[in-house]
């Protein structure tokens, strides 16, 4: 009887907690730029001086430089990835105004010092002094001097640096320039040997913050050239996506008709567990906050393909042994030994298979990859370990003893 309350009690709650946060679920996914529109772009990487090479270090540092300004946009959650030696490509979904997108992508935003030595004009700011990337990351912050009136303040990585060009410029005038537009030009009272110094001018605190955000943008590490680019519009993404649902929803109709009409009520919990099996998936998605796409969704169904194998053999197993004349309990812990260190083996090449591509991958592979790690990791808990728990309740419950309920007749039963 325990048995029994049990079984009833566990389908009964987890039922009802999918039903109800089902739909609250499914709002919060994420949708990636094939499935919701957005704006592609394919960037080639070169060094900005002569002479100069590209590094690992500096495509990186020129990748997270573009998805710090793709947040700025206001987008979410950019992708940016880079390939091979030179290029980094760009995703970002629900983009309306591609030519701002391009316009704030590439724009230099670099801050340089600049001085007036070996120009032929003295008012001439002619000699950099100082690179954006001599400034700390997030290094500028709007304050206000004692008559309420913004300043921005900026750190340098390099003290000494800064000051030897501070003590060289004394008395002189240090351009401080955002891309060839100049901002302030304060004269040289001192040396400044910590490492800070102040843009001063008759900002408004509007004007300030613009250029605090824009210097934390930082200079880019290398020029980009734009190679390539694809705009999917929203209703193109809403079409594919809901074109899959519904080929999912069909698919995943005929597999629980074909699971039940094969095994009978076996069929039935394995049915359920596919079915916990797409919940779990979906909270994960939402709880690690992924971004869905075309390739996850590939992968998604793949892993589906895969879950229902794992029932198919393992119920498959049962039937073989009830055929060769076992008890049924004794069929059900054979089955599920055996099934299981199959299960177990081909789960496992799949993992290492999508573990590689992972690693090796960029883009719409990782994601694939990711997705379908994670459908194995959740198929074996559900279709493996919670069918097996919920067979083996019945089972010992005594409401599973006959063979016609493992879709097995009376003839095709082997005396042991």
């Known amino acids: 009887m325990k048995r029994i309350i049990t079984f009833i009690v566990t389908i009964l709650v987890l039922a009802g907690v999918m039903a109800v946060s089902s739909p609250g679920l499914l709002d919060k996914v994420r949708l990636g730029l094939d499935l919701k529109g957005g704006f592609e772009i394919l960037y080639e990487a070169e060094p900005i001086a002569a002479g100069q090479k590209i590094t690992t270090e500096s495509l990186n540092q020129t990748a997270k430089s573009l998805e710090k300004r793709a ?133 408004t605190a509007l004007e300030a913050n613009t250029i605090r955000d824009t210097i934390n943008l930082g200079a880019l590490p290398l020029k980009l050239t734009e190679k390539y680019s694809q705009s999917v519009g929203a209703t193109l993404g809403k079409q594919s996506l809901d074109k899959t649902i519904q080929a999912g929803l069909m698919a995943s109709v005929l597999i629980l008709i074909f699971m039940i009409g094969m095994y009978r ?54 039937r073989e042994e009830i055929r060769n004349g076992r008890s049924i309990m004794s069929a059900v812990k054979l089955g599920n030994k055996s099934s299981f260190r199959t299960i177990l083996d081909s789960n496992i090449t799949t993992i290492i298979v999508a573990g590689v591509m992972f690693a090796y991958g960029t883009g719409a592979v990782k994601g694939f990859a990711l997705v379908l790690i994670v459908e194995i990791v959740l198929s074996i808990v559900t279709n493996v370990y919670f069918s097996h728990f919920l067979l083996t309740l019945l089972v010992k419950a005594g409401l599973l003893k006959k063979p016609k309920q493992f879709g097995v007749k009376e003839s095709e039963i082997h005396a042991l």
């Open 71 to 203: 947040n700025v946009l206001g987008t979410s959650e950019p992708e940016v990835t880079t390939e091979g030696t030179n290029r980094i490509r760009l995703k970002i979904a629900g983009v309306t105004d591609e030519a701002e997108v391009r316009k704030k992508m590439k724009e230099p935003a670099n801050l340089t010092f600049r001085s007036a030595d070996g120009c032929k004009d003295a008012t001439d700011f002619c000699k950099i002094e100082l690179l954006g990337s001599d400034f700390k990351e997030n290094g500028a912050e709007v304050r206000y001097n004692t008559l309420n009136q913004p300043e921005i303040s900026i750190t340098v990585k390099d003290k000494a640096k800064f000051a030897e060009v501070t003590k060289r410029l004394i008395g002189r005038e240090l351009g401080i320039y955002l891309d060839e537009t100049q901002l302030s030009a304060p004269t040289v009272n001192s040396e400044l040997t910590d490492g800070n110094a102040s843009i001063t001018g008759n900002y």
């Open 265 to 318: 009520l076996p069929g039935i919990l394995a049915s359920f567990a596919l079915i916990l099996h797409t919940w779990l998936l979906i909270l994960v998605f939402v709880a690690a906050d992924f971004t869905l796409t075309l390739p996850g969704i590939a992968a998604f169904i793949l892993g589906i393909g895969m879950a229902v194998d794992a029932n198919i053999i393992t119920n498959e197993r049962i």
